[in-house]
């Protein structure tokens, strides 16, 4: 551990040297952008199983997760490698002069151009895709933008053997030193020195709401405010209409008891609401959902102060007047494993318990019994931001419930139609964010292509000759990129 003095000094020497490598950086083409994102992907797929070892040693993930979730860190890489070629990322928009306006219109051309230097918290839940090397890195050293990797303690021996992978491919590819830099020191000092830092230009986060709070307050207090894009989980409410409780109860049930129980319920799409209205179809989807939860043993969770945070929460939720325990409640449970708890409350004691409202994270959901579809929806109204949606319904349903479409994506970034909220596709139309508090800045996703939009900002160039413009920008369009031209 360093001492106040030591940690203040190390982390201004990090930050003004990644100050100083995104002066360099940003002025690199984005085809040599793609070859070093390449290159990072090269050196984590060739760290082979010793990488998964070292990380299912860390976090209690089973080997086929994490190999999984490899590749899809390596998937990410690529897809961002693939983006910057494409070269139709900038937003490219060209306005060309009309002299003959009155008032005459300037020649006017816009581009994205990158913050600076990105400041980044990896998550616990996911030690790769979300982590050192995962989807906040990519799209920030694609943007063009320095990194500084706070590693997440839960997970270090991975993230610094990641941290090796990306500086290698730095030297490589011939990327500025410190272009990529790691900063493996634990504490919340070091995380509010990083955010307040004069050279850092933007935040990622992903984690708990109190973390990515802090985060965010000590950004707002800056002289210079910068944006932190904080996503800090969400309890993805799931609507299950009458007619499909009545007519497929048993397939509903094993599907939500497999989404509720995925990964220990350490997904922050866990579905932890479900909203229903009383009746003889959710009686039997109780019975059936609760049956299969039981059936779900204890596991592992990531670290003990998770699986501690999910003992303490669900016994506080069970302890609030009205809300009922539906599987069976175990009599013991072992240290840093969790159980998956199924509880029943009834709309009216649910919007009277501000409490049930927050995440308990791990494999718990909470069914909200409401007498009337009116009741359903006020549910709804009154939970607040959130990642996802899931409206689980037959066409009687959708015909009935229509608007329901509208007020749930008041609710949330994602709008599932009958499927789980876990499991979220890295692709161009991904949304993965919400309002807040799901994140704190409802404008971007935080998964898939479009997350690189985080790190950017527009720039507009007037009446400038061709010989001082970007290449994207100039007349003669010599990179060929894509341009809106009007
Ligand atoms: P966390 O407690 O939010 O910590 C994440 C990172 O943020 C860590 O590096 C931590 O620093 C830093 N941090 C947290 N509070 C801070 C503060 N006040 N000032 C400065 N830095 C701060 O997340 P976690 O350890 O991964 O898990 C704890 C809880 O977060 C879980 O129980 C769960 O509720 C939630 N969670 C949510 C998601 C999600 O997807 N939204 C994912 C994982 C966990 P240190 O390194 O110094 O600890």
Redesign the pocket.
């Known amino acids: 551990m360093l001492s106040t003095q030591s940690l203040h000094s190390e982390i201004d020497q990090v930050m003004n040297r990644s100050g100083n490598a995104f002066l360099q950086y940003r002025q690199i083409p984005a085809a040599k952008r793609a070859e070093f994102l390449l290159a990072i992907a090269q050196h984590i797929e060739a760290l082979g199983d010793a990488l998964l070892q070292t990380a299912a040693a860390e976090t209690h993930l089973p080997m086929a997760r994490l190999t999984g979730e490899r590749g899809r860190t390596v998937g990410q890489l690529t897809m961002f490698a693939q983006m910057l070629r494409a070269g139709d990322w900038q937003e490219l928009i060209i306005n060309t002069a009309i002299p003959d306006k009155n008032p005459p219109r300037p020649d006017i051309r816009r581009m994205l151009v990158p913050l600076g230097p990105v400041v980044i918290?990896?998550?616990?839940?996911?030690p790769f895709a979300?982590s050192t090397a995962g989807g906040d890195t990519a799209s920030a050293l694609a943007a063009g933008c320095s990194v500084v990797v706070?590693?997440?303690?839960?997970h270090l021996k991975t993230s610094i053997l990641v941290a090796e992978a990306i500086k290698a491919a730095a030297i490589e590819t011939g990327m500025p030193e410190s272009v990529f830099q790691h900063v493996e020191e634990?504490?919340?000092?070091?995380?509010?020195l990083l955010?307040q830092h004069p050279a850092t230009a933007a935040v990622g986060?992903?984690?708990?709401?109190?973390?990515?709070?802090?985060?965010w307050d000590?950004a707002a207090s800056r002289t210079n405010p910068i944006p932190v894009f904080a996503?800090?989980?969400?309890i993805n409410p799931v609507l299950l209409f009458p007619d499909a409780l009545e007519t497929q109860y048993a397939t509903l049930a094993q599907q939500y008891a497999a989404s509720i129980t995925l990964g220990v319920g350490?997904?922050?799409?866990n579905p932890g609401l479900l909203i229903a209205i009383e009746g003889a179809g959710l009686s039997s989807f109780v019975e059936e959902l609760a049956k299969h939860l039981q059936e779900v043993r204890s596991a592992p969770m990531?670290?003990t102060?998770?699986s501690d945070?999910?003992a303490k929460?669900v016994a506080s939720a069970l302890s609030i007047q009205g809300v009922q325990w539906i599987t069976t409640q175990p009599s013991a449970i072992e240290m840093g494993t969790a159980l998956p708890v199924l509880a029943r409350v009834s709309a009216s004691d649910f919007f009277h318990n501000p409490t049930l409202h927050e995440?308990?994270?791990?494999p718990y959901s909470l069914l909200v019994v409401a007498d009337s579809a009116e009741q359903m929806m006020a549910v709804l109204q009154s939970v607040k931001g959130q990642?996802t949606t899931s409206l689980m319904g037959t066409d009687k349903d959708f015909a009935a419930f229509a608007y329901v479409v509208q007020e749930a994506s008041l609710v949330a970034g994602r709008i599932v139609c009958n499927g789980v909220p876990t499991g979220v596709e890295v692709c161009d139309a991904m949304v993965h964010g919400g309002p807040f508090p799901a994140t704190t800045d409802s404008r971007f996703t935080a998964v898939g292509v479009q997350s690189i939009k985080r790190w950017l900002r527009p720039v507009a160039f007037q009446n400038f000759p061709d010989t001082l413009l970007p290449d994207e920008l100039k007349r003669t369009n010599p990179l060929e990129v894509v341009r809106v031209e009007k």
Request: charged share 15%.
């Open positions: 918290f990896g998550s616990s839940n996911f979300y706070k590693a997440h303690p839960a634990g504490s919340f000092e070091t995380g509010k955010v986060f992903t984690g708990s709401f109190s973390g990515g709070k802090a985060l000590y996503e800090m989980g969400s350490q997904f922050c799409t990531l670290h102060g998770i945070a999910y929460k995440e308990i994270f791990g990642l």
